[in-house]
């Protein structure tokens, strides 16, 4: 029987104030605990607060541009909060107050891009499960987002100088708190690996570029974070134009620029979707991405890796399809071969016969049309940020694709976000995840993989073989599936060949037919 109790609970003394929070059933939850200010466009600072301060309701989330219509539910289960800008907030989950536990720490960056998402906002983001199986304190962070959080106005004044990156110095800022404070809830402050997932991976990868962060964190796991350099290019030059647009457009002058701090959230908005796209479709700068300064030392993949990132143990994966969202229209395996062989044809023509014969060789046991899902977005990138990564040859940096399939749509292969509810232990949240003799154990090897890789650096499992890092020249990926298997260099040929088929994938031109929220 569970078990809640809130009068007895103790008050935590922070460095910001007290705070008061509840017990439920083995832990001790703390939620929308503040941990920096910032008025818009500056850089934060840390909370305070007199007296006690209630810990017991999630705090706003940031402000999206646009409304979010539930959809794909059944493969990304979602929940919604209200919004408010000032959203620099937190939530810990700890099954003891005890200052001397040092349990090992992990700090949750959620999904979106830089523009949407929250600490709540997928099901499986509750860290209850993560923190009682793996004797875990677990912190899911909210942060600035969209034009508050990654809009540059440097040009207009020096107390914009970082605006560009508001919402990573945000981050930033509940990783400071989170070393000053985390012992009061049971964590060790020299034990904390940072992870994400889509949005969350990339900033992961930024917070590795950011010098301010450096001796915050000690580990890190990047899902499906890692985009390719004409997807994911870093914005260039300033905000000048773009801003001065977004003022014309409010009917604000340039010399009153400090008025955009105050316009209502929804009319910066109007304005800014108004003017940006004829900036963007001339290779302006629109913002909504982390801006190259003395803060943010860039994309590793355009501008290399920091010498210091090079020493961070790094778990780096993604999943099968990523972006296939679209439904299946057939049963996969009860297609003839000519009828699967004619559903290639339409999209690898002369190809096609070579693309089988890879693909059966990579993924022997996979209806060949999965090839048809198969992700052209994260892998190879995920790779070439792997070898970087591996290139001081400290045996750290270890490589994952999550390939299983759903009962879901005849057998839908892995989608972007559906390997989440595995790491986080909370596959009884989302429905589709119910494999009868495939969920537990699956969950158990890759849960039991990050356990051991936040407490030694290395991503040990009894029940999985053995990983073997990558390192120069060598790529072993660690499959996770039905059957969890080990496999070097695997998949080089089939994407060859399929680059030879077929032009760069277009992500926004997918995303925009899939109409899928994650």
Known sequence: MKEFRYDDVPVVETSSGKLKGYYCDGEYIFKGVPYAYADRFQMPVKASWEGVKDATSYGFVCPLMKQETPNGELMVPHRYWPQDEHCQNLNIWTKTLDSEAKHPVLVWIHGGGYAAGSSIEQVAYDGYQMCMQGDTVVVSVNHRLNILGYLDLSPFGKKYWNSGNAGNADL???????????????????????????????????????????????????????????????????????????????????????????????????????????????????????????????????????????????????????F?????????????????????????????????????????????????????????????????????????????????????????????????????????????????????????????????????????????????????????TMIFDRTCELRMNYDDALYAEIDRALPPFDLTAAMSEQNVQH
């Open 172 to 322: 930033v800022a509940a990783l400071k708190w989170v070393h000053e404070n985390i012992a009061a809830f049971g964590g060790d402050p020299e034990n904390v690996t940072i992870f994400g997932q889509s949005g969350g991976g990339m900033k992961v990868a930024d917070l590795m570029q950011i010098p301010d962060a450096d001796g915050l964190f000690q580990k890190a796991l990047i899902m499906s974070g890692v985009g390719s350099k004409s997807l994911l290019k870093n914005c260039t030059g300033d905000g000048r134009e773009v801003v001065t647009a977004m003022l014309h457009e409010l009917g604000i002058k340039e010399e009153d620029v400090e008025k955009l701090e105050t316009v209502p959230y929804y009319d910066l908005v109007r304005a800014y979707e108004k003017i940006s796209p004829a900036i963007a479709a001339k290779g302006g700068y629109i913002g909504g991405s982390p801006m190259v300064n003395e803060y943010y030392k860039g994309n590793p993949l355009e501008y290399g890796l920091r010498d210091r990132a090079h020493k961070i143990p790094l778990m780096i994966g993604s999943v099968f399809g990523e």
């Open 324 to 476: 296939s969202f679209v439904p299946s229209q057939y049963d996969k395996y009860s297609l003839s071969e000519d009828a699967a062989h004619e559903l290639l044809e339409k999209v690898y023509g002369e190809h096609t016969d070579d693309i089988i014969r890879v693909f059966r060789s990579t993924y022997p046991g996979k209806a060949v049309t999965d090839v048809l899902q198969l992700d052209r977005v994260m892998r190879q990138p995920t790779k070439e940020f792997a070898a970087m990564h591996a290139e001081d040859g400290n045996g750290h940096t270890f490589l994952y694709n999550f390939i299983l399939e759903f009962p879901f749509q005849y057998q839908k292969a892995a989608w972007h976000c559906s390997d989440i509810p595995f790491f986080f232990c909370n596959t009884d949240k989302v429905e589709v995840c119910t494999i009868p003799g495939v969920t537990e154990k699956l969950e158990r090897q890759m849960f039991g993989a990050l356990m051991s890789f936040v407490r030694t650096g290395t991503p040990s499992c009894p029940e999985l073989p053995a990983w073997e890092s990558v390192m120069p020249g060598k790529e072993p």
